[in-house]
């Protein structure tokens, strides 16, 4: 009779030991997805930058030309033409928050033919930069080169928005207290490298300019 009461109280605590194990088991997998869920959501805001102003931006051989276009019904649409000879869109020694952080552009663009290509560009000290090619016609990106040492890290994507509209964007870790962002159009003829050399093709986009943006997605802040 007494071993028969030994071995209930033996039993009912191990039930009782395995019952606390999964209880906390189930609480640590709580408490990670919270801490994924608030990593994302850290990455996915970001932390704005200051660009310089529109009038300020230096266009290389390249026209803004009015469009009666909005985006989402509010946003002014503009068209981006390259005229040919080397041409890109500059917005030049940008302040970044920390060196060695995460930071990315991004911009709304939409094709106007049906081979259109657009860049984006981190540019330190030539020949120092992070170049990204997208290709409009079938929203993907065609390729992300990294030249010398400005960077690490570095990816870009695009993603559809409807109606022929897509966000771009670039992400590289940066090692310099300024940077500048270049834009512009291009086509299948040039590599990555050389996406603003001259052409004997006009070529265009349509893009917001007040879309265009620059983040600090993860650093020491």
């Known amino acids: 009779m007494r071993f028969l009461i030994s071995f209930i109280i033996v ?7 395995k019952n606390s194990e999964k209880s906390e088991k189930i609480e640590d997998k709580k408490e990670d997805a919270q801490t994924e869920e608030v990593q ?5 805001k970001g932390i704005a930058i200051a660009l310089p102003n529109q009038l300020d931006w230096e266009k290389k051989n390249v026209l ?3 469009v009666n276009e909005y985006y989402s019904d509010t946003l002014q649409v503009k068209k ?14 940008t302040k970044l928050s920390y060196k060695g952080d995460l930071f990315r552009i991004k911009v709304l663009v ?4 049906d081979e259109t290509f657009f860049a ?3 540019q330190e000290i030539y020949p120092n930069r992070v170049d990204a090619i997208f290709d409009l016609k079938k929203g993907k990106v065609k390729k992300v080169v990294k030249t010398g040492n400005a960077a690490e890290e570095e990816k870009a994507s695009i993603k559809a928005l409807g109606n022929g509209w897509y966000e771009c964007s670039l992400e590289a870790q940066l090692y310099s207290d300024y940077i500048g962002i270049l834009l512009g159009v291009t086509n299948n003829m040039k590599g990555p490298k050389n996406w603003e050399a001259s052409s004997a093709i006009d070529d ?3 893009f917001v300019p007040s879309s265009l943006s620059l983040e600090n997605i993860e650093g020491n802040n």
Not at 11 to 17: I, M
Not at 80 to 93: A, Q
Not at 110 to 113: A, E, L, Q
Request: proline fraction near 0%; charged fraction near 25%; glycine fraction near 6%.
């Open 204 to 206: 265009s986009v349509l």
């Open 40 to 44: 994302d959501q850290s990455l996915d």
């Open 110 to 113: 939409k094709g106007m033919s």
């Open 120 to 122: 984006l560009r981190f």
């Open 80 to 93: 981006l033409v390259s005229k040919g000879d080397v041409s890109y869109l500059s917005l030049k020694n």
């Open 64 to 66: 803004i030309e009015d």
């Open 11 to 17: 039993l009912t605590l191990l039930v009782s030991c």
